[in-house]
């Protein structure tokens, strides 16, 4: 080997021994550095769907890249949840995790995903009320003529859902239950459908997330017979809760909020959070959402993971009152 050849492969051999100091400086991928797809289990123009997008126009410039909401709607959400189950845990794909994604641990025989062990749930967002609606054209003007019309006409009234196992299937059914009446289960795909589907009178009544409905009641093309909360709904105070027209234990909130991945490590999931937090304390966006009916209610991850075992439990229980099999 000549004195030059030598020269050369002892600089190669320097440059070698500084690389792993310094490669990970250049390898390192600083999350986010692409743009972040978040999954909505459910369709355009439902209450999640619009929750989503005003969140995700505010979480986008806190974490320097684009939040790109992606609808994956069908078979009451599993459809999206499958999805993000499998996703990688990079942090750039999340689902908008909701009540129904918890009751369909018990409302499908094979969900093909488990709510409790495939994701990492970030944090609940807000909450919603749920609000049983009629047409104003139907003559039904409180509840009680709503029951008394269920009585005298035992399962020829239909009422829709936005799908099977949600918060306004289980609740109706807990209802019919309590007021010993009948009515045939319309599921539709969203509470957007719900809502069409009450306006056009395809049905006689139904229970959306308030967030939907609110508009049309506002207009005065829907009538709101009751909510379905602990307490009266602060937009509309005239409306009845349930329980105080003498229906217990129908007691139902919808809830949504962020989830990704289980393995996503802890600094991202860290970030997330943060993002979101900062975003719910902008007075804008707070109004933005109380404007269409949601109420800004975050948890931190303990406290949500927490609330979909407590979901599931009460599911079970529910489905267990209203006689309902998984299917």
């Known amino acids: 080997m000549n004195p030059l050849q030598r020269r050369r492969l002892l600089g190669c051999a320097a440059a070698a021994a500084l690389l792993p100091a310094a490669w990970p400086a250049f390898a390192a991928d600083p999350w986010p550095s692409r743009p972040i797809k978040w999954v909505l289990p459910y369709l355009a123009g439902t209450g999640p769907d619009i929750t989503a997008r005003i969140l995700a126009e505010a979480v986008s410039p806190l974490l320097g890249q ?9 078979a009451g959400g599993n459809i999206g949840a499958r999805l993000v189950a499998k996703s ?13 994604m918890a009751a369909n641990m018990r409302m499908y025989k094979v969900p093909g995903y488990d709510a409790l062990k495939d994701f990492r749930h970030v944090m609940r967002l807000t909450t919603s009320d749920i609000v049983l609606i009629v047409n104003p054209d139907s003559g039904i003007r409180t509840l009680d003529d709503l029951v008394a019309r269920a009585r005298a006409n035992p399962g020829k009234l239909n009422y829709a859902s936005g799908g099977v196992g949600t918060p306004s299937h289980l609740g109706v059914e807990l209802l019919l239950n309590a007021v010993d009446a009948q009515a045939t289960h319309v599921p539709y ?19 959306p997330i308030f967030s939907v409905a609110f508009t049309q009641i506002q207009a005065g093309k829907l009538k709101a017979l009751a909510v379905a909360g602990s307490a009266r709904n602060p937009l509309l105070p005239e409306v009845p809760t349930l329980a105080e027209l003498g229906v217990r234990g129908v007691d139902l909130t919808s809830w949504g909020g962020v989830s990704v991945p289980a393995g996503t490590p802890d600094a991202i999931v860290a970030r997330i959070r943060s993002a979101f937090e900062s975003a719910l304390k902008q007075p804008a966006v707070a109004l933005a959402l109380v404007e269409r009916g949601g109420q800004v209610s975050p948890q931190g991850p303990e406290a949500y993971a927490r609330g979909f ?19």
Do not use: C, H
Not at 66 to 74: D, S
Not at 318 to 327: F, H, T
């Open 66 to 74: 684009p939040v790109v909401i992606e609808n994956r709607a069908g």
């Open 309 to 327: 075992t407590q979901e599931i439990a009460l599911t079970e229980a529910m489905m267990k009152r209203a006689g309902l099999e998984p299917q």
């Open 88 to 100: 990688p845990p990079d942090g750039y794909t999340w689902i908008y995790s909701a009540a129904p």
């Open 189 to 207: 795909k969203g509470a957007s459908e719900l809502v069409n589907a009450v306006l056009g009178n395809q049905v006689s009544f139904g229970t």
